[in-house]
């Protein structure tokens, strides 16, 4: 039985699966999800290192060439076949739901170690108005997590206080958000905590401007290097931040999309997202080095030899220019507050992606479907997380999610939807009926042949990397690495194509009509586009060629 064709016991029953008021709504909960922790601690790192003012054309080539478009195809199979991942890409082609339940466990990890980092910035935020980290930011972040490092990683069930009572917040409030649903709770908390985090920065922006040495920071940053932009490294570094910021392909963007009116401009939206996802990833990197510039000069040091990024800028190049810093209380709890708002709506929106694929799994109404993600996700997520084996193992999870879970997905889903289905032409004219920036050749070359290619160099290149390195990752150990790297990674997939063979229940949201009682589109025609006609209202009216 495919998607376009219901169960008799259920056709014509009504999916219950919420929406967004409009699209000013989506677009905050969009911006929500792709402004998240990357584009405050990872992008400035990554332009510094990648030819700094320079890196800014690799890097907007990459947004126009393969973020918007694989933004706009996320949009393009969610909003036209109204479902979660698995449901939307079973719908698309009944063969290619593996591809839905890999981004849904790909979220699903994500979702666990998260958290922790969120839990990090919330006590951090705290920890600021006293500055209780001291002149030793690096011990005191030892301290506080108690993480076994390199080769002394293992799996430990020994409990830090002070990070599970703050994980069972994140979790508790990621529970609330979550229950009161898509435009109460994931719509509302973003139309709330996006501007408050812009201002946020904003302010944090100004204030590390007036620091001393903040111009020499900028400089640092923006001094352009084009001899970099004969490097081919160079090029992935732009395309691979602008995959993980922009939170494309691993079914966030796809997921909101089903939420949205049928008459939604998607392209115009997308480009909305987009580019204001990429400006606050400029204006991150404004804050930083002008912070990080105060820094070096505090120390009497070069730029290079205080940049870092990830947890060592957050948790331990951060609180060491707050303790230096005039004001350094305003500027802590302003840098991570900013964490907190921008982790949180990105959190939610990871989280939204496993709770949908189980309310279409099994019909189930909002609370019941919230309840049965969230309390075990946050069960495993606070027992594994809040111990002494909470840093190394989000270490390790992070890297192979990433590196082999979003950008392997992506090259999957983007090979099989040009090559093996031929759904593009489908997809393209779907967008167009309503959107306000028309798509047409370039976004069948961008999807169809630069970002796979872009996407497998990636791959191969974050392989070679890893295999070619003298001893194991961060010197963790071998099994430590294979169990929760290699493994983790390549069980997402075969548990992914096990989960797409399970029947659907009768009851389950993918035999039902969506939320307006309308019939879900039919599967897509290979190589067809849909026929355009003077009387279709919306883009889910219109039917592939014959």
């Known amino acids: ?243 993980f910021s922009l939170s494309v392909a691993f079914g966030i963007m796809l997921t909101y999309a089903s939420y949205l009116k049928k008459k939604t401009d998607l392209t115009g939206s997308g480009l909305v997202v987009g580019f204001a996802n990429s400006s606050f990833e400029i204006l991150c990197g404004i804050g930083v080095f002008s912070a990080l510039g105060f820094m070096a000069q505090a120390q009497g040091v070069a730029i290079d030899e205080v940049v870092t990024d990830g947890v060592g800028l957050a948790f331990i190049a951060f609180p060491t220019i707050i303790s230096e810093a005039p004001a350094g209380a305003l500027i802590g709890v302003l840098f991570f507050g900013s964490l907190v708002l921008a982790g949180f709506t990105s959190l939610v929106s990871i989280v939204e992606v496993v709770i949908a694929a189980i309310q279409d799994k099994f019909g189930l109404s909002r609370l019941p479907a919230t309840l049965g993600v969230c309390v075990p996700l946050a069960v495993v997520s606070t027992v594994l997380f809040s111990t002494t084996s909470g840093l190394p193992l989000l270490d390790v999870l992070d890297k192979w999610a990433n590196e082999y879970g979003i950008v392997a997905a992506a090259l999957v889903s983007t090979i099989i939807v040009t090559y093996a289905v031929r759904g593009l032409p489908t997809l393209r004219d779907h967008l167009n009926l309503k959107g306000t920036f028309p798509i047409g050749r370039w976004w069948l070359v961008c999807v169809g042949a630069i970002a796979p290619i872009v996407l497998g160099v990636s791959l191969a290149f974050g392989t070679r990397d890893l295999l070619l390195a003298e001893g194991n990752y961060e010197g963790y150990p071998g099994w430590f690495v294979l169990l929760f790297g290699w493994l983790m990674a390549i069980g997402l997939v075969v548990v992914a194509i096990g989960l797409s063979l399970i029947p659907w229940p009768a009851g389950s949201n993918l035999y039902k009509d969506d939320s307006d009682g309308d019939p879900i589109a039919p599967e897509a025609v290979a190589g067809k586009g849909l026929v355009t006609t003077p009387e279709a209202s919306t883009p889910h009216e219109l039917r592939s060629r014959e």
């Not at 989506?26 to 992008?43: H, M, Q």
């Not at 699903?108 to 001291?134: E, H, K, M, P």
């Open 1 to 243: 039985m495919t998607a376009s064709t219901p169960s008799p016991t259920t056709a014509g029953r009504r999916a219950d699966r919420g929406a967004f008021s409009g699209r000013t709504a989506f677009i905050f909960a969009a911006i929500g999800s792709a402004v998240g922790l990357g584009n405050i601690w990872r992008f400035p790192a990554v332009a510094y290192e990648n030819g700094g003012g320079a890196f800014i054309l690799p890097y907007l080539v990459a947004l126009l060439t393969a973020g918007i478009p694989l933004l706009f195809l996320d949009y393009a199979i969610g909003h036209r076949w109204r479902g979660s991942a698995p449901a939307a890409w079973r719908r698309f082609k009944r063969w290619t739901e593996f591809i839905g339940w890999w981004q849904v466990l790909i979220a699903l990890i994500i979702a666990l170690y998260y958290a922790l980092i969120l839990a990090w910035a919330t006590n951090y935020t705290i920890f600021s108005f006293d500055q209780r980290w001291g002149d030793d930011a690096a011990g005191f972040f030892n301290e506080y997590t108690q993480a076994l490092g390199g080769a002394d990683a293992t799996i430990s069930f020994d409990v830090v206080p002070a990070v599970l009572i703050s994980m069972i917040v994140v979790w508790l409030a990621v529970i609330v958000v979550m229950a009161l649903g898509v435009q109460k709770g994931i719509a509302a908390s973003s139309v709330v905590f996006i501007p408050l985090l812009m201002i946020m920065f904003v302010i944090l922006v100004v204030r590390s401007l007036f620091l001393p040495g903040a111009i020499d920071g900028l400089e640092a940053l923006f001094q352009p290097n084009w001899g970099a932009l004969t490097d081919p490294a160079v090029w992935i570094a732009a395309y691979g931040q602008i995959f």
